[in-house]
Structure formats: C-alpha cells, structure tokens
C-alpha cells in the first residue's frame, strides 16, 4: 500500500497535466471518464447476449495422417527453439521469460512462419497436444481474447492449404463464444485496435466452420471499427508503422474471405481495405520500411513486406493465399492510388533524399496506441540509403512510456529540459481538456523541405517549438526555435546504424555503402550513446544515437547542417 501511494505521488509530482485535470475535475470544468459496459461494444445493442456454442456445419480439410518427419524450428518473438521429433508435448508447455514469447506460442504464431520445407504434420501434432493440455475456454492467457483469435486465424489459414485433424473443428468452434465473452471493448475512449481483432476471428472463424451468429457478429464488429480505428485517409490512428502493414493484412483477410463467401459486407471491407493501402505508398522508403512506433510481436515487419507496392506477393503472407486470392489483392493493391495526404504523417522526397515525419494532430499520442514520441524525428534515406532512423521498439517488457524505446531519449527530435515532446496521454483526458494543454502538431511541405510547429511544452509554460529541414543534394540544414523564457537545456539528437566516430566538434558518419557524412551543429558537440535498432520483436542490431546539447536562454535558434564528405 505505501509503495502504491509513493508510486502515485511521484507520478503526480511529475506530470502537471495530471495535476491540471484533477484540479479541472474537482472544479467540474472538465467530465470525467465516460460510461461504457466492457466487453460489450454499443453498436452491438444493450442487449446482445454473447455467442452460443454453435456446432460446426462446415467440415475443414483432413491433415494427411501419420508422425511429423525432422525437427519443427519455431519463430517465436526474439527466439527460434528446435522441436525434435516427438517433442510437442513438451513444445506447447514450454515457459518463457518474455510473455510476449509465450502467447505467441499459444497463439500459434510460428505457423505462418514455418521454414518451406518443414513437414505440415507439426501443426497437427502440436495442436494436438496444445488441446489436451488446454481443452476447454478458462481465464488463462491461453485463451485471451486477441491470443484466441490469431490461434483461430493462423489454424484456419494454415487448414486451407494443408488441412487440420479431424477432431480440430468442435474446439476451434468454441473459440467464438470465448471471443464473444471477452470482447476487448472498453469505450470508444480506450479501446485499440484488438476489438477489431476480435471481430476479425469470428467472422474467419464463423466463415470456416459455418457458425452463422459467429459470422454476424464478427461482421457488425468489423463494419464498425473499421470506421473507428481508421481516419479517413486511411491510416490507422494509432502511430506506428508496422501496426498499420498489419490491420491491413487483417482488412485483406476479411475481405477475401467475404468475396469468397459472397457476402453483403464485400464492398464495405473493400473499401476499408483500399484506404489502408492507399497509405503504404506514402510509408515505403527506398532504404527500408520505416518503424516508426511499436513493433508488433505478431509478426515480423519482412513478413508483411508482400502488401508494400510492387512487391511480389509468392512469398511472405500473401504466399500463404490461394493463387485467386493472391490475383484479386495484388489487383486492388495495384490500382489503389496512393493516399493525397495522410494524418499525421508527412513523406517528402526532394534532392536525393527521402523522408518520413509523424506528428499527431492532435498533439498527444493516440490513446491508447502504439505511437512514440517522435514529434519532429524523422525517418531520413539519403541516396535510397537509410542514413537517419527510428529505431522502433522490440520489447513490451516494460510497459507504455515506461519504456526508453518510446520516449524522445532514442528518436531524432529536439527535447527541451529532458522532456518528450508530446505529454503522457490518459484515457480520461476529454478532447476539449487536451487541446487545451497541447495544441496540434502541425507538418507542412516548403519548397526545399517540410517544417513543424508543435506546442507539445506549453504544459511547462514555454511556447512553440519550430523545426525547418532543409534539403539540397548531398547535404541537409535543420533550423530550429524554441520560444519561451528563462534559461533551459536544449537537446537535438539522431539516430542512425552509420558508424559514427566524433572528429573535433562534428560527428563523422559512414555508411555500409562506403558513403561518409559530417554532422555537426554550431553550438554543441556530439555526444554518441549505444542502443539498440529494432528490425523485428526482439530482433535488432547495433546503433548510435548523437546527441547535440546546450544550455539556452528562451527564446533560442539554432542550426544542425549534414553534409556528405
């Protein structure tokens, strides 16, 4: 109990936006949270009472019989353990430290990620085995909501090529009532991108096996946060990257499933479909795919690099479809144009360089979600080589803005006093209460460049901060100020996977290319700090991040010049 009230104490003393609201509260000039009955999403009616077990009315193709051949490599997040010949039942009851590791062995990750040439017999006997050791719905993380869901999915695609046992069917159809019960609805405040998920393993689920009630509540489900989760544009709200490729390979899903089926949602999960890859041109740099937010322990970024524009859709997830499905997505992929502008993100590619910036309209990071604190850090290839980037998130070990991978200390932004840029976001903050701490973060493209004006240190009393890139081949200029007064430590960093050594007062970078640049700002030395660049959960490789400090008087200007040797 003490070490609640001191942790509480210490979070208040840190965050006076939290100390505004609860001022706001207690003087009614603000709502508190707003109603919901969890687990039961409005749009479903006051009275939807859940699923039933229904009985599967579809049969799934036979698994050809007999023992797995060799040993199954299974591609957990940031691990891949051996399985010998007859070791499944010890497989599906292996412990691991990381829980995102664990639920993805529950959650059958591995399937889609199976080596070519691994015996298709594996997924029978380890789900075999997993169902004896978890044969029926209980409160376990074996049978969480999301993780039931993508074990449901991952089977269901992997039947269609290869079949399952044919006592799969009675278990996977009791999936759906035990996705129903816990449906991961929390308000429209406080609700990810998981209800969604939801939805989308009983419709598959409901397709498959011919659960009718499955279906439709996975449809409505679906239909609803479809117009949710996604802005109009077509990017999914919740600033990460890598989580936009991957509910668009959950929308690709639903609606080869619905065109499959003839089903009357077709068009409307089209249309959802086509917004969200409308965006992926706008993210696709020359040098990688940009990760720029959380990364996803579903799966790997590589895995879903089919779904980018002009890429070949044999292998990765795509390869796993029907040669039909393959045609019909590549098809809609290729005749879907690229998105006019996005919200929240900007691309710019202008004099041999290449670009992304995130900043969020609203000037906080979407709630809840997956976005960083990125403001003003952009992604930056140079050539059609990556030179400056983010560097992602590998682990979910530490919670939210726990996190160092989240906040300003490992993106290339400009922070004021150590602080990160936008404030710590809460579910119960009304939208009128936020715009009043921070305004939007506001991106715009310039002749030779693209500048930002965010407000994201007004909760300290200090105005908006400028940040202006400037291109021309070979070289880049970033103008920044910061208005505000008295005196404050300034600090602009960069990230990048170069080889960094520091010559005099600039920082010389070298490429894998060869290629050499000099970083140098006209106030500050480099300071270089190892981290970690993520390039899938719990997989990344070396990198630096430089960092340019300075003790300033408000208001403050300053210049970051990049020139190639």
């Known amino acids: 109990m003490f070490h609640a009230v001191a942790r509480k104490g210490r979070q208040l003393a840190a965050d006076p936006v939290l100390r505004r609201w609860l001022l706001a509260r207690a003087l009614g000039r603000t709502p508190a949270e707003p109603g919901f009955v969890a687990h039961r999403p409005a749009y479903l009616g006051p009275d939807w009472p859940g699923l039933p077990l229904e009985a599967p009315t579809r049969a799934l193709p036979a698994l050809a019989a007999g023992e797995p051949e060799g040993p199954l490599v299974l591609r957990l997040p940031g691990i891949t353990p051996t399985v010998p010949p007859g070791g499944a039942e010890a497989a599906v009851a292996g412990t691991f430290a990381d829980v995102e590791t664990q639920l993805a062995l529950h959650r059958f990750a591995w399937v889609p990620l199976m080596d070519s040439g691994a015996d298709p017999r594996w ?42 046992p044919e006592d799969a069917a009675a278990p996977l159809a009791a999936h759906a009532p035990a996705i129903a019960a816990g449906l991961e609805w929390f308000g429209d405040h406080h609700t990810s991108n998981h209800c969604a998920n939801n939805g989308r393993g009983l419709y598959l689920l409901g397709l498959a096996l011919g659960l009718e009630r499955a279906t439709e509540a996975g449809a409505r489900i679906l239909l609803a946060e479809g117009e949710r989760i996604f802005r109009p544009s077509g990017v999914l709200r919740e600033g990460s990257t890598h989580y936009h490729l991957l509910l668009t390979r959950q929308w690709a899903s639903v609606w080869l499933a619905a065109r499959t089926h003839s089903r009357p949602e077709t068009d409307a999960f089209g249309a959802v479909l086509a917004g969200a890859m409308a965006v992926l041109p706008h993210f696709d740099l020359p040098g990688r795919f940009p990760l720029m937010g ?31 499905d393959r045609a019909a997505l590549a098809e809609l992929r290729d005749r879907t144009p690229p998105a006019a502008s996005v919200e929240g993100w900007l691309r710019r590619d202008i004099a041999g360089w290449s670009g992304l910036w995130h900043g969020e309209p609203e000037g906080w990071s979407m709630m809840p979600g997956h976005g960083h604190q990125d403001c003003g850090a952009p992604e930056l290839h140079a050539g059609g080589e ?88 070979g070289a880049m200029r970033v103008d920044d100020t910061v208005e505000g007064r008295g005196r404050h430590r300034i600090t602009r960093r960069l990230v990048t996977g170069a080889a960094v050594a520091v010559d005099g007062g600039a920082a010389i970078l070298t490429q894998p290319s ?26 990344g490789s070396p990198g630096t991040v430089l960092a340019f400090e300075t003790e300033a008087v408000l208001p403050w200007r300053g210049t970051l010049t990049v020139e190639a040797l």
């Open 386 to 473: 990556a030179l400056f980037v983010d560097a992602g998130r590998g682990s979910y070990a530490q919670a939210g803005e726990a996190d160092p991978y989240v906040g300003a200390g490992v993106h290339g932004g400009l922070s004021v006093d150590g602080a990160d840029p936008y404030p710590q976001n809460r579910p119960y903050y009304a939208a009128e209460f936020r715009a009043a701490q921070a305004g939007p973060a506001g991106l715009e493209a310039i002749p030779d460049g693209v500048r930002l004006v965010h407000h994201g240190y007004r909760r300290f009393g200090l105005g908006a901060v400028e940040r202006v890139w400037r291109f021309r081949e």
């Open 514 to 539: 060869g290629r050499r640049w000099r970083v140098a700002a006209e106030d500050a030395r480099p300071a270089l700090s190892p981290l970690t660049l993520w390039h899938a959960y719990g997989e």
């Open 123 to 164: 997924v029978g006997a380890m789900w075999s085995a997993w169902a004896r050791r978890h044969p029926a719905p209980d409160g376990s993380m074996a049978w969480h909501p999301y993780t039931a869901a993508e074990r449901a999915v991952n089977l269901l695609t992997f039947a269609a090529r290869h079949g399952l």
């Open 294 to 324: 959380d990364i996803s322990p579903d799966c790997p970024p590589d895995h879903l690099s089919c779904l980018l524009p002009g890429r070949p859709m044999a292998a990765g997830w795509t390869g796993l479809l029907a040669v039909a």
